[in-house]
């Protein structure tokens, strides 16, 4: 059973007291973070390595225990280490399969598309009637991520899903501060053209 403390400790201290042998820190971490790195790399792979995600989900996992003792609060927080994490070995698999295969879509069970959108296009929230309508746009925003190049989609998906300033996203890809910026502005560009039926006035989108 998790002790009451763990529960108010930030993230950096969960993992300093992991490292020093306490299980019931990973414990409280996991729980927290689960969800949101499980629907980052679902949504980084896409469709097509849907079958692929809870692999590297728990790939990510394995490897942020196996680095539990190098973890390093002063040159990262631990969500941002654990997202590079998750990042780097979904783009790994990018890499490697090609994306050629073509998989069934990824299961969105626990995660409202509709929500994500609102965030992610600062759009406000719908009224009682529009819902199906904004949950089939949260199910064509997937598929416009899906068709973005890998590398603008993890832009997009670390600034939105993570909250990865440009200076972030610039440093932990190793990219230019303008390239950074670019690659996300494009990613936005991309996907508001691929929404632009639901991201029309009411009444016209219909």
Not at 21 to 40: I, K, P, V
Not at 175 to 198: I, V
Request: hydrophobic share 45%; net charge negative; glycine share 6%.
């Amino acid at each position: 059973m998790l002790q009451r403390s763990h529960h108010d400790l930030p993230d950096e201290v969960l993992m300093q007291a992991y490292a020093g042998g306490d299980s019931a820190a990973f414990d409280q971490l996991y729980a927290r973070h689960e969800a949101a790195l499980l629907r980052f790399v679902r949504r980084l792979l896409g469709t097509r390595l849907a079958a692929q995600a809870d692999e590297v989900f728990q790939d990510t996992w394995m490897r942020i225990i196996g680095a539990r003792a190098s973890f390093d609060a002063d040159r990262a927080g631990w969500r941002t280490w654990a997202f590079t994490i998750a990042h780097n070995l979904a783009m790994d698999r990018l890499r490697t399969s090609g994306r050629e295969q073509s998989l069934e879509e990824a299961s969105t069970e626990g995660d409202d598309p509709m929500e994500w959108l609102q965030e992610a296009l600062d759009l406000a929230h719908p009224p009682a009637d529009d819902l199906a309508h904004w949950r089939a746009a949260g199910r064509q925003l997937l598929h416009c991520l899906d068709a973005l190049p890998d590398a603008q989609r993890a832009a997009f998906l670390l600034h939105h899903e993570d909250g990865a300033s440009v200076e972030d996203l610039a440093e932990r890809l190793g990219l230019g501060f303008e390239t950074a910026k670019s690659r996300l502005r494009y990613a936005l560009a991309k996907l508001r053209g691929c929404m632009q039926h639901y991201l029309a006035p009411s009444g016209a989108a219909r």
